[in-house]
């Protein structure tokens, strides 16, 4: 991951851009891992887009679909290394907050109508994300139990910083990428899972999803009160850049 922080344009709209991110199997502890989506909404960000590459639980899936998140399992979080734990700041929001809807439905159903605009629907999906440790894959029985907890991907991200996003107020949607086939069986004869076929499926389709991520923002550039004008400290940074 390059760690940079971009700020630009995308598609008209003001947008701050992480290329890469932090994750707990690096050593770092969940509040430091959420720590940018904290930043972005102090600078004025409204709406996450979240994205990953993961395993495909559902066995329907096929390496290269991309999914768009319906709901997630924070699995880690839910065993204790949760991202709001720790004093509350009533500054970001409340202490107990509702994860009911963390994925927007309205953001959802723009992004499966945008990407059947694209000629996409081959390889959408919908579905429940399940955030694990990592950093070694799963076993097989592991993988039956993630799929028997309703996941239909799994991964070791994403979950964390939609939660602090959603704390703080922010509209998220999500979309994961199916890397890999997750293998379910005992003393299968798949090839089992590298981080390098994770890449290269990645890099495979990042195109589609970069495409499919411009289009969505344009089309979402009308509803966004920032695009033109300064109203945020972020927006008017670069309108200030634009201008010079
Ligand atoms: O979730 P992202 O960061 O996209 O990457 C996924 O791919 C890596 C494993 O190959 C792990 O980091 C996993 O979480
Ligand atoms: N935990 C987990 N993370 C992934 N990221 C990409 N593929 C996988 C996978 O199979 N399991």
Request: glycine letters at 10%; one cysteine or more.
């Amino acid at each position: 991951h390059a760690g940079n922080l971009v700020l630009g344009y995308l598609s008209g709209v003001p947008t701050v851009c992480m290329q890469g991110r932090l994750h707990f199997y690096e050593g770092h502890p969940a509040w430091l891992v959420t720590m940018p989506i904290r930043m972005m909404k102090l600078i004025g960000v409204e709406t996450l887009i979240v994205t990953n590459a993961s395993g495909g639980l559902n066995q329907d899936y096929n390496s290269g679909d991309i999914m768009v998140i319906k709901d997630h399992i924070n699995l880690t979080g839910l065993t204790g290394q949760h991202p709001l734990v720790g004093p509350n700041d009533e500054k970001f929001g409340p202490r107990f907050p509702a994860m009911t809807t963390p994925y927007d439905p309205e953001l959802r159903r723009l992004a499966q109508e945008t990407a059947k605009e694209l000629g996409f629907s081959g390889f959408m999906r919908e579905g429940v994300y399940v955030k694990v440790s990592g950093p070694s894959y799963e076993t097989p029985s592991e993988s039956r139990l993630l799929r028997k907890i309703g996941a239909d991907t799994v991964g070791m991200s994403t979950a964390p910083e939609v939660v602090v996003a959603i704390h703080a107020g922010m509209k998220v949607l999500g979309f994961s990428m199916v890397t890999n086939v997750v293998i379910l069986k005992q003393d299968s004869d798949k090839t089992p899972p590298t981080h390098q076929e994770v890449m290269d499926t990645a890099n495979k389709r990042a195109k589609d999803l970069q495409l499919l991520v411009k289009t969505i923002v344009g089309k979402l550039a009308s509803t966004l009160k920032a695009t033109e004008s300064a109203a945020t400290p972020a927006a008017a940074m670069l309108h200030k850049e634009k201008e010079n």
